[in-house]
Nanobody, 128 residues
Framework: QVHLVESGGGLVQPGGSLRLSCAAS????????ISWVRRPPGKGLDWVSD????????YYADSVKGRFTISRDNNNNTVYLNMNNLKPEDTAVYYC?????????????????????WGPGTQVTVSS
């Protein structure tokens, strides 16, 4: 059974940093593309970042480029999202998602049908 569990969210002041983690189990993690998607309050889903199965290829939404870094540890079945210089508009529930095998990193990032499994999400609130 596939499980994705996010952790690391919380309340942070503007300009602060957080590191989100996604612990995965129940599938061949080192062969799977993973993405982060967020849902701001009262808004729709917003793609954040992709990482390839081997961790060599990454993509970012323009809104987070230069501030967020996605990475993965295939020995420990974990994906990370390091978030720096956080802004109030980064406030959202952040979801770790597993991409379907035919969606390589960067392919149709705004197509929400590209994911077959989602974690329950972790809340990130950026506020003074």
């Amino acid at each position: 059974q596939v499980h994705l569990v996010e952790s690391g969210g919380g309340l942070v002041q503007p300009g602060g940093s957080l590191r989100l983690s996604c612990a995965a189990s129940g599938f061949a993690f080192s062969s799977a593309g993973i993405s982060w998607v967020r849902r701001p309050p009262g808004k729709g889903l917003d793609w954040v970042s992709d990482i390839s199965a081997d961790g060599e290829v990454t993509y970012y939404a323009d809104s987070v480029k230069g501030r967020f870094t996605i990475s993965r540890d295939n020995n420990n079945n974990t994906v990370y999202l390091n978030m720096n210089n956080l802004k109030p508009e980064d406030t959202a529930v952040y979801y770790c998602t597993k991409r379907k095998s035919n969606f390589i990193a960067g392919k149709r990032p705004r197509d929400m049908t590209r994911y077959d499994y989602w974690g329950p999400g972790t809340q990130v609130t950026v506020s003074s």
